[in-house]
């Protein structure tokens, strides 16, 4: 079963033209069984003057307000886990495709991490980008490793230390980058770990051509976004 300590939030966007992305995510999860919750709150639509000033950098008030929501949904989500009474939070963007055994390895995660004791950390899962632990660096019934940054935010794993400081530094000093971006910035600021679980369990649809991006306009058809994924996943992983 998966772990009662765990709470699991979904970001989605609330309108009729993504009901392929919730249903995708619905299915993903009666699946696999994982109890979870949906970050609705933050929309485009709920993006106003007053959010932008307080939570966003004035760069922000000329940029996308896609990319604003989405910043805005992770902060709301580490809130709504800091006033919750678990452990851990998993974090998953609605594009994800799991890995039909992701509840196994994401178990083993937990335990590694446990007998680390580290507090201050955040796991990747996915293999966003196209980035892996180099394969000299792997080694047997190891599945964490430490890293400089994060892939990026479509599949990760928090404590509350981690929550609370990110939400601190929000707070204080406002967006100033897209998600993964000013994740790497503050994360790196405030010494929380970084750890890339490797094999990973959990792809991106958008950057393997499977959903159309809601934040960057696709430059190619969906199927030549698919192929070049799998040619750089093919020689990345290989490295």
């Known amino acids: 079963m998966f772990p009662s300590n765990v709470l699991v939030y979904v970001l989605h966007v609330d309108e009729s033209k993504y009901q392929s992305r919730k249903s995708h ?14 970050m609705l709150k933050g929309d485009i639509k709920d993006i106003d003057n007053h959010i932008l000033s307080q939570f966003f950098s004035p760069a922000f008030t000329t940029s996308s307000t896609a990319v604003a929501s989405c910043c805005y949904k992770h902060y709301l ?73 994060c892939r990026a935010t479509d599949a990760y794993l928090i404590t509350k230390e981690t929550a609370e400081l990110r939400c601190n530094y929000i707070e204080k000093y406002k967006f100033t980058h897209p998600a993964d971006w000013q994740t790497n910035i503050m ?11 490797e094999p990973t369990i959990v792809e991106q649809g958008t950057q393997a051509g499977k959903f159309p991006s ?26």
């Open 77 to 149: 989500v580490w809130q709504a886990f800091l006033h919750s009474d678990y452990q851990y939070c998993l974090v998953f963007e609605d594009d994800v495709f799991l890995a039909p055994d992701f509840v196994k390895k994401f178990m083993l995660s937990i335990e590694e991490l446990e007998r680390k004791a580290l507090r201050k950390v955040s796991i990747q899962y996915s293999n966003a980008a196209n980035q892996y632990t180099a394969k000299s660096k792997i080694r047997p019934h190891q599945h964490l490793y430490a890293n400089h940054g």
């Open 214 to 239: 809601i934040i960057q306009k696709n430059k190619y058809p969906l199927w030549v976004v698919k192929i070049k994924w799998q040619i750089k996943k093919f020689f990345r992983q290989r490295k």
């Open 187 to 197: 994360d790196n600021n405030m010494s929380i770990q970084f750890l890339w679980f």
């Open 25 to 38: 995510i619905q299915q993903t999860m009666r699946l696999h069984n994982i109890p979870f919750k949906w």
